[in-house]
């Protein structure tokens, strides 16, 4: 009887402590505060500087989100850069390179800063319509990639002081 209820105890304590904890908060240190996102780019009639604001407006704020002091502020960069005539002689190839500095700050100043880089190359051809096309795409894929970088440094960093929105 005595080693029943031994072994029913210790049944019982394994699988009550075996439990799953997840390793990463899906909420941030200012959840129900938004962020003020301001993008800033030199080029005026390219979709990045929209694109890159709704993506991380989707991935950091909240719909029922109070208003706050919180700000992003993105700078964006683009460049395009020549690599050579390929084997054919048909086309070349053009990379992209696009750079980001960013600074999110709150009420009492400066939080985290710094730079984020991304590159991508597209064929470049005789065809004017598809230069313009592949060059769009390169540069869509490139946004999308920087701003989930972005958005998962914002919300996953840990500050020295404490955030006052």
Known sequence: MKKRIIIYNLVFFLLISCAFKPLYKKSNLYHPHKIKIVIKSKDRYENNASLMKLLLNQR???????SSNLRLIVSLKRSVVGMGINKDLSSDARMIIIDVNYLFSDKKGKLVSGKLRSTASFNY?????ANMLAMEDTSEKLIKSLSNDLADLV???????????
Do not use: A, C, D, E
């Open 155 to 165: 919300v996953g960093q840990k500050f020295s002081r404490k955030v006052s929105p």
């Open 60 to 66: 950091i704020n909240k719909n029922n989100s109070k």
């Open 125 to 129: 051809t005789t065809n004017n319509y």
